[in-house]
């Protein structure tokens, strides 16, 4: 197993005039999953769900309020600086919004010698590297002397790709890698990934609200909803027989770009209405918005439990 979570809590506090902590608000909660080798794994879920921040742990950007993540074994917060340190050149971030993440001021050449000079690269390797990496991700040779705003959307991910990808990392997280395309650049985006996974030893973690992007590129799929995991199964068993109301919904209000399986998922409605006000029970985070929803639902916490091999999910209607 590369890499194991293990009941990863995050909670976000905020300090008022006093200097003392708000009841702060939880991004995720007992996340618990493993990312085998060569594994790409697709996180889902709507803005807010805790995606971004459950990639940021996976490379040591955040810390967990709680819980353990381990790498090969080795829990990666446990580690010495120097151990730390070698465990982050292994592992790489893409950014949600690539053109915010480099400095305008700085040329193409220098944004890919940023890393390499970090890295400790000897600097009669650096040019080769550049160069190398440069045509891996389909630019020229000339764009090394421009500057960021010089570039279309689909080049400046080009850009950020082959930044995160130059120092040869086994591990990489791209935060919505083409949310801010257009969907003619977001093919050659998501054709760009699948030539660089079949030519290195990668594992990818892609983080998405799109489904379809998932279902493209994944093997594996999450799908998270206000810091629970809600369902974990092969993408395949995701979209051919999804079990939670939530990610029923999520696939039958997507866009199907690369499969028609998704038309065929409807969600069958019927109301049943609860005041989670008055509810002195921890519930379902996602009953107010559940069709399916049951009696028992208004009693207890559902616990994630695996229904069918490797096909797990946080639903009282299969308990």
Do not use: W
Request: hydrophobic share 40%; aromatic share 10%; proline share 4%.
């Amino acid at each position: 197993m590369l890499f194991q979570a293990e009941n990863i809590c995050k909670t976000f506090y905020k300090r008022n005039f006093f200097r003392l902590k708000d009841a702060g608000l939880e991004a995720l909660k007992d996340i618990k999953f493993g990312i085998q080798d060569r594994d790409i794994i697709g996180i889902v879920g709507e803005t807010g769900s805790g995606k971004s921040t459950l990639g940021r742990i996976f490379v040591g950007l955040e810390k967990p309020s709680s819980g353990f993540l381990y790498h090969n074994n080795s829990n990666i917060f446990k580690l010495s600086k120097k151990d730390f340190r070698e465990f982050q050149k292994s592992t790489s971030f893409i950014f949600q919004d690539p053109y915010s993440s480099f400095n305008p001021k700085m040329k193409v050449l220098d944004i890919l010698f940023e890393p390499l000079i970090l890295g400790g690269i000897e600097r009669v390797k650096r040019k080769d590297m550049v160069d190398e990496i440069i045509e891996n991700v389909g630019l020229k040779n000339d764009d090394l002397g421009k500057f960021p705003y010089q570039f279309s959307g689909g080049q400046r991910q080009r850009i950020a790709i082959a930044r995160s990808l130059i120092l040869k990392p086994k591990f990489l997280v791209a935060d919505e890698p083409v949310s801010s395309l257009d969907l003619s650049v977001k093919a050659q985006i998501l054709k760009l990934f699948e030539e660089i996974y079949a030519k290195s030893d990668l594992t990818m973690m892609i983080i998405s609200h799109d489904l379809s992007i998932v279902e493209y590129l994944c093997n594996k799929s999450i799908v998270l909803y206000k810091g629970l995991i809600m369902e974990e199964a092969l993408t395949d068993s995701i979209f051919a027989n999804p079990l939670h109301p939530y990610t029923r919904l999520l696939i039958e209000s997507a866009p199907s770009l690369y499969s028609d399986r998704a038309k065929d998922v409807k969600l069958e409605a019927f109301e049943s209405p609860i005041n989670l006000e008055s509810a002195k029970l921890k519930l379902c985070p996602f009953l107010e918005r559940c069709k399916l929803k049951l009696d028992k639902c208004r009693e207890s916490f559902p616990e994630i439990i695996e229904v069918e091999s490797n096909h797990r999910v946080r639903c009282l209607r299969y308990i």
